[in-house]
Every structure is written in C-alpha cells, then in structure tokens.
C-alpha cells in the first residue's frame, strides 16, 4: 500500500507543478501589461491611447473576468482549493459573456481570442483543483487506514 500511496504523491505533486509553471507566464504577463499600462497613464494621462471610443460596459467585462480568474492563479499558489475555484468560476464567467456577447460565428478572429485566453488560464486553475481533490483524498486514507 505504501507504494501505491508514494506513486500517487509523486504524480499529486507532477501535476501541481505542471499547474504552478503554466500559471507562471500568465501571472508574468498580465503585471507586464498591468505595469505598462499604470506607466502609460502616469506619463501621458491615457492608460490606452489606442482604445475604442463608445466600447460598451459588457465589453469591458469578460476581461476584467479573466483578470480576476489570474488573480485567482497567484492565490492558487497557497490555497489550491479557493484560488482553483476563484479561476474556473470567473474564467466559466468569462466564457459565457464572450458567448453571449458576440458569437463566434460572426467575426471569428475577434471573437475566439476571449475565449481561448479564458480556456487557458481555466486550465491550471483545474489543474489546481485536481492536486487540491487528490491531496485531500489522501489525507483522507492516511487517516483511516483499514
């Protein structure tokens, strides 16, 4: 039982750096833009010179979503369970507004992008909240042993 028990502790901790490094450039260059931006505002008074003008509110939210879904990344790192949660929940989010918003049918390129940024910062939060399922799992068994 031991064995079994050090192969599945091996793959838990596999999988969670698979998570930590995928989350790594995300986290990296989201503050790049974030500082690039705070830089911009700070220099020229715009944070974007180059932003459309009569961009509606719905439109600025799936972003800010998935911003909050990469915030969920960083707390990922010491609290699998809420940070995993706090990413597929707003990446989930994310998804269906860019859904709702404009379907992917019309204007593919513009549309799709959203979407596939959710899907990508989704996945280590999953990630996250499978080593999160397998560790408790394995707290569990160590602690009733039959």
Known sequence: MAGNSDSSNLTTKKIRWIARIWSI??????????????????????????????????GDLAPLFILMGIVGLGVAWFRERLGGTVTVAFQIIAISLSLFQRPITQDFASSAVPILVAILVAIPGILFLVCWRRSTKRTIAENNPR
């Open 25 to 58: 450039p995300i986290i990296v260059y989201t503050l790049i833009v974030l500082i690039g931006a705070a830089w911009n505002l700070l220099t020229t008074g715009v944070a974007d010179p180059y932003a459309v003008e009569d961009y509606t509110l719905v």
